[in-house]
């Protein structure tokens, strides 16, 4: 079955961390540009940071310098380690893959693109 696996989330105090993983079965992810996407209640869904290959990666301005993604090949995994959470990073956080898209392009506009493929979600709560 052709599917993005998520685990991670959660509810963590503000300046926590947190990191999700999104995981790919029955297709290889290094052949897609992946990103995390997410949305806030009340918000439209926003490019959080996508990865096409490890020299191309893309991030919000507003988690610059405090998020990290990454590859892990090996385990056909796309991770997202988010450090000095805040409040405002609560939402669902989507992981998507499509393929033929810049990182850039992915994060900045994603209503824009039809993804090849979506996780379900998962929900991260940033509250004391």
């Known amino acids: 079955q052709l599917q993005l696996e998520q685990s991670g989330g959660g509810l963590v105090q503000p300046g926590g961390s947190l990191r999700l993983s999104c995981t790919a079965s029955?297709?290889?992810?290094?052949?897609?540009?992946v990103g995390w996407l997410r949305q806030a209640p009340g918000k439209e869904r926003e490019g959080v940071s996508c990865?096409?290959?490890?020299?191309?990666?893309h991030y919000a301005d507003s988690v610059k310098g405090r998020f990290t993604i990454s590859r892990d090949n090996a385990n056909n995994t796309v991770y997202l380690q988010m450090n000095s959470l805040k409040p405002e990073d609560t939402g669902v956080y989507y992981c998507?893959?499509?393929?033929?898209?810049?990182?850039?392009?992915?994060?900045?506009?994603?209503?824009?693109?039809?993804?090849?493929?979506w996780g379900k979600g998962t929900l991260v709560t940033v509250s004391s």
């Open positions: 998507a893959a499509a393929q033929g898209l810049t990182a850039q392009a992915m994060c900045s506009t994603p209503a824009a693109y039809g993804m090849d493929y």
């Open positions: 029955g297709f290889t992810l290094d052949y897609y540009t």
């Open positions: 990865i096409r290959r490890r020299d191309s990666i």
